[in-house]
C-alpha cells in the first residue's frame, strides 16, 4: 500500500469511487472516442444508480466526457458546463448482470457519428476497471498507455502486432486478446511501459490485418 492508496486522490467531491473514478471513466470513454463527445447516455448500476445523484457521480462522469481530470473545479456545475460545449445527455438507471456495485455504462457519439459503448467500474481510490468496450469483455485500468487494436481475427495477426511493437522497442505490460467468434473482428488489448509517438501509432494503423488502432495515453503523462 502506497500513500495514494491511504489518502486516495486530489479531487473535487465527497467520494474517490463515486466521484473521482466516475470523472474518469467519463474521461476514459472520451479519450476511447477519439475526441470530444456531443451526445451521451449515461446508465448507472448498483450503488452508482443509488445515491450517484448525492455523490455527485452523474456531474463527474458528464465532467469526465467534457475532458475534465478529478480535481477540476467546474465538476459540481458539469451539467452547465455541456450545455455551454453542446453535449447533449441523457441520465437513468441500468441493473448489470454480475456487475460491480459502482458501475457505469456509456453510450457516446461523435460529431460524425461515431459511437462507442463502455462499461467501466470505480474500484476505489480513483481506480477504475474497464470491463466492456463495444459489446466486448475487456480487462484494464487506465494505469499503463493503452493500445486498443481491431483486427481481423486470422493467423498471424497477433504477430504482426507484437513484431512491430518489438521494432519499435516497445515493451508489453500486459496484453489479452478478446473476440466474438472465430475469423471475426477481434480486439487485442495492449498495455506498454513506454508512450507511443503518432508515428508509431500510425505505423500499427499500416499493418495488413488491423482494422482500427485506438491509443490511451495515462493520465500521468497525458498533454495538457
Known amino acids: 500500500m502506497d500513500i495514494f ?12 469511487s463515486h466521484t473521482a473514478g ?5 474521461g476514459m470513454a472520451r479519450a476511447l472516442l477519439g475526441g ?6 449515461i446508465h448507472l448500476h448498483g450503488s452508482f444508480a443509488e445515491t450517484g445523484s448525492g455523490h455527485g457521480t452523474d456531474r463527474a462522469l458528464v465532467g469526465g466526457l467534457l475532458g475534465m481530470k478529478p480535481d477540476d473545479l467546474r465538476i459540481p456545475r458539469a451539467f452547465e458546463e455541456a450545455q455551454k460545449a453542446g453535449l ?3 441520465i437513468d438507471t441500468v441493473d448489470l448482470r454480475e456487475a460491480h456495485p459502482n458501475t457505469a455504462l456509456l453510450e457516446v457519439w461523435d460529431a460524425a457519428g461515431k459511437r462507442l459503448e463502455l462499461q467501466a467500474a470505480s474500484l476505489g481510490g480513483g481506480r477504475i476497471l474497464v470491463q466492456r468496450l463495444d459489446g ?7 494505469d499503463y498507455h493503452t493500445l486498443l487494436i481491431r483486427n481481423q481475427d486470422e ?3 497477433v504477430a504482426a502486432v507484437t513484431g512491430q511493437l518489438s521494432r519499435m522497442r516497445i515493451n508489453v505490460a500486459n496484453m489479452s486478446l478478446c473476440r466474438r467468434s ?19 501509432v500510425d505505423a500499427l494503423r499500416r499493418l495488413g490485418p488491423v482494422l482500427s488502432v485506438t491509443y490511451y495515453e495515462k493520465e500521468e503523462e497525458a498533454d495538457a
Open 155 to 157: 493467423f498471424g495477426a
Open 182 to 200: 472465430r475469423g471475426s473482428e477481434a480486439l487485442m488489448v495492449i498495455e506498454t511501459d513506454h508512450k507511443l509517438r503518432p508515428l508509431q
Open 22 to 26: 466516475a470523472a474518469r471513466i467519463g
Open 36 to 41: 470530444a463527445p456531443v451526445k451521451a447516455a
Open 5 to 16: 492508496d491511504i489518502l486516495g486522490p486530489i479531487m473535487v467531491g465527497p467520494s474517490s
Open 88 to 90: 447533449a445527455f441523457t
Open 136 to 142: 466486448i469483455d475487456v480487462s484494464f485500468t487506465g
